[in-house]
């Protein structure tokens, strides 16, 4: 027979019990600070002074890494633009999406109205969503009537406000669009385009500059290269005043794409000349430039403390043909020796890690440490990540290649190593499993010479352990053959599985 003080005591010991489940399940508490996910173009892992560059200053971006969480080990979801871009969005591989490739300024939307994307979870629970630059995920339906309302766009898929420059500055068309329309377009003189017209022939040159896909009309509304940094920051800039002038405490998402520094590398001639790395490193000058701008607009505005900045390009660097002289001699730009993959091996394009492991920079001073994180992350880890953060579950088929790695991003994991596997997307497939990386050998039969020299010539996987080796120099296939046929059958199952998300 239980006395009443033993009774007492269990149902303190039941209650404390009880209080103990609900403490080890419950999410930590939802927070919603303001957004900024600014994606440079092309920026490689050794582009900035916080990175190790030398011949380039960056004082704008180190800063931001003085006060936040620095990543040595954070990837582009792919090694070229548009299936980064994709994946981000939507938290899907882009590879396992026919049409996700490099797109042309004529293609349709890639991103199907109602899906779950960054922007539009985060408008389920009150942010007011924009971009701004580069976007490069299609426009309307293929092929892109640019001369009336263009839908879908940016505003079906979860933004609010829309400045985008539609595909890239080295293809057509050479014209911003707000929201549905594009900008000082003169009905008389109606946009057509051409993607039969290669770069450098006779039709491709839009203000002197050779561009992929001629263009003819639309001549008022032509933006001007050497101007394109400045429009995107000075429309960032505005985007952020007047979430803090509708004074009505809903946060914001801005989604700020530069097109710093992908071809035509064309920056204000008040940067010509200022880095020791030829244009390709005054573009970056412009960059940091843009960066401090959005920063200082912050600060000005009393809100960067609450306000989660993150930076990250969307692929790694590589020298180009940049002005017509190169495209006619098909020869490249120089950077006088600056390393702009750092210690990495491969460009731009590559599945080696200077195809995807990038700068990524993330500031928001109410809530993080600064420091630096070795974690393996991806930005295609933002959708899953974002949705903890702000209290909500990603249901169903919703981002199915997104891990959460809000712990890891905060800094809040003092042993973090984020992702288990990655799958790094180059012109082939490779997989990272923790600090092991395997390159399978290539299925591609016919290779264009630029494929070849971006990928490797190997006909037999090859293994990498870049805790030792981040230089992808030695070998060690031979060496751990079961280690290659686990990661070979690892590679497979999340192809053939459809997703990936734990
Ligand atoms: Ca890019």
């Not at 404390?16 to 927070?31: E, R």
């Not at 938290?91 to 300024?105: K, N, S, V």
């Not at 004529?106 to 985060?122: D, H, Y």
């Amino acid at each position: 027979m239980l006395t009443t003080k033993s009774l007492r005591l269990l149902v303190l010991f039941g209650w404390l019990f009880f209080q103990s489940l609900c403490w080890a399940t419950a999410p930590a508490a939802a927070a919603q600070p303001n957004i900024i996910f600014i994606l440079a173009d092309d920026i490689g892992y050794g582009d900035l002074g916080c990175y190790g560059a030398k011949q380039i200053r960056t004082p704008h971006c180190d800063g931001l890494a003085r006060d936040g969480l620095r990543f040595t080990d954070a990837h582009a979801p792919a090694a070229v633009c548009t299936p980064t871009r994709y994946a981000f969005m939507t938290g899907e591989y882009a590879w396992r999406r026919p049409g996700t490739g490099i797109l042309p300024g004529t293609a349709g939307l890639i991103i199907e109205p109602g899906r779950t994307t960054v922007p539009a979870l985060l408008k389920r629970v009150g942010y007011q969503t924009g971009v701004v630059g580069k976007w490069h995920l299609g426009l309307g339906t293929t092929p892109t009537d640019y001369n009336g309302e263009i839908r879908p766009g940016p505003l079906d898929i979860g933004f609010d406000e829309a400045w985008i420059l539609p595909a890239t500055g080295d293809r057509t068309p050479c014209v911003w669009v707000e929201n549905r329309r594009v900008v000082g377009l003169d009905p008389a003189d109606p946009i057509s385009l051409d993607y039969g017209v290669k770069r450098g022939e006779p039709g491709s040159f839009v203000r002197g500059i050779p561009r992929i896909g001629g263009q003819t009309g639309g001549t008022a509304a032509l933006w001007k290269d050497d101007e394109i940094a400045d429009v995107i920051a000075a429309k960032s800039v505005a985007f952020i005043e007047r979430q803090v002038a509708r004074n009505d405490d809903r946060p914001f998402f801005l989604y700020l794409c530069t097109h710093d520094i992908h071809v035509p590398r064309v920056p204000h001639e008040r940067f010509r000349g200022s880095s020791t790395a030829g244009v390709r490193g005054d573009s970056v000058h412009s960059f940091d430039w843009t960066v401090g701008k959005v920063l200082g607009a912050l600060e000005r505005l009393k809100i960067a403390d609450d306000t989660l900045v993150i930076l990250t390009s969307d692929n790694g660097g590589v020298l180009d043909p940049n002005g017509p002289d190169e495209v006619n001699a098909g020869t490249v730009e120089t950077n006088n020796g600056h390393p702009h993959n750092g210690p990495l091996r491969g460009d731009k394009g590559s599945c080696f890690e200077g195809g995807t492991r990038v700068p990524f920079i993330l500031r928001w001073p109410a809530r993080v440490k600064p420091g630096t994180s070795a974690a393996l992350v991806c930005h295609i880890d933002m959708l899953h990540s974002l949705a903890t953060l702000t209290g909500q579950m990603l249901t169903g088929n919703e981002g199915p290649d997104s891990f959460d790695l809000l712990p890891d991003l905060l800094g809040e994991k003092t042993a973090g190593a984020g992702r288990t596997t990655l799958v790094e997307q180059g012109w082939m497939l490779a997989l990272r499993e923790g600090t092991w990386k395997l390159v399978p050998p290539p299925k591609i039969k016919k290779k264009t010479a630029d494929q070849q020299e971006k990928s490797p010539r190997a006909a037999q996987p090859q293994l990498y352990q870049l805790a030792t080796d981040l230089g992808e120099e030695h070998d060690l296939a031979k060496e751990h053959p079961e280690r290659v046929q686990r990661m070979l059958e690892t590679l497979e199952q999340i192809q053939a599985q459809g997703r990936s998300r734990p």
